[in-house]
């Protein structure tokens, strides 16, 4: 089993971390990671089975979209796991690490955060997990994001979600979301919006041209939306929806 076969390769992710001390995994490391996985799975996982590389989803949209929502629910549908670029960031902040300080005020001023940092937070939850199937969610940011995930992780998203969204809408969305974050407030979503239309934007436009887009009209109800999303995932699961 998957579970089985993790355990079994991370006895041999030590080694590789002997062999390359700093902590992120070069390209080879992590497509060894994945070979080693699925030469010790047993597991029938369908379309899967051949891979030896994680699946992964970019999410996008712009703030309030409604990116987090639906990702819990594909995830709880189909099995894959959700990172929040977002999240892994504001977990990093408030962590006593030496980037707490520069990830708050970027977070706080609408502005990407460098992409090393959030390339490593994100290469290490796909690293400690013992699924294959990833959701990454309000990443990339930017080109400079995609090419350096590109560069660092070896991989290409195998399908990019674009949640599309009017911006009064997102507005009134991230106004009303009420979870204490320190950048929803009118002032930093106008300069997330501004972000979101320079830098965000021409990620969407390069993954459409090589034909990765499934764009999503995100205004409905949370049900409505993820009728619209299930259709693309159930046709990559063996076992389709769990309910
Ligand atoms: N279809 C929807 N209709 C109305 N409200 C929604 C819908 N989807 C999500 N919301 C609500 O809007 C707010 C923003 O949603 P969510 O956090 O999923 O957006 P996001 O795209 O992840 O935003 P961010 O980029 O700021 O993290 C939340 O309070 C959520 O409950
Ligand atoms: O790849 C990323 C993702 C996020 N950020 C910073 O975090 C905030 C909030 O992100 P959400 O995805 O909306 O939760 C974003 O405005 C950026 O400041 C980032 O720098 N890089
Ligand atoms: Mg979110």
Redesign the pocket.
């Known amino acids: 089993m998957w579970r089985c076969s993790s355990f079994l390769s991370s006895l041999v992710r030590p080694l590789n971390r002997r062999i390359h001390p700093q902590l992120a995994w070069n390209r080879f490391e992590f497509a060894q990671h994945f070979v080693t996985t699925e030469i010790l799975s047993t597991a029938n996982e369908g379309v899967f089975s051949k891979r030896t590389s994680p699946f992964i989803a970019f999410v996008l949209?712009?703030?309030?979209?409604?990116?987090?929502?639906?990702c819990m629910m594909i995830a709880d549908a189909f099995k894959f796991t959700h990172l929040?670029a977002?999240d892994l960031l504001r977990k990093e902040m408030v962590s006593d690490g030496e980037n707490g300080a520069m990830i708050r005020n970027s977070i706080k001023e609408g502005k990407i955060v460098p992409s090393e940092i959030t390339i490593r937070l994100i290469q290490k939850a796909i690293e400690s997990s013992e699924n294959y199937k990833f959701l990454i969610?309000?990443f990339p940011r930017s080109d400079e994001n995609r090419i350096a995930f590109e560069r660092i992780v070896g991989v290409e998203p195998d399908l990019v979600l674009f949640?599309e969204c009017p911006e009064e809408e997102m507005i009134k969305?991230?106004l009303?979301?009420n979870q204490g974050r320190i950048d929803d407030n009118i002032e930093t979503v106008k300069k997330r919006l501004q972000v979101f239309h320079t830098l965000n934007l021409p990620v969407v436009n390069y993954y459409s041209r090589k034909g990765k887009v499934h764009k999503i009209n995100?205004?409905?109800?949370?049900d409505e939306?993820f009728e619209k999303v299930r259709p693309l995932f159930a046709a990559f699961s063996k076992d389709g929806p769990r309910n």
């Open positions: 949209g712009g703030p309030g979209s409604g990116k987090g929502t639906q929040s977002g969610d309000g949640f969305r991230v009303s979301r995100a205004v409905g109800t949370l939306i």
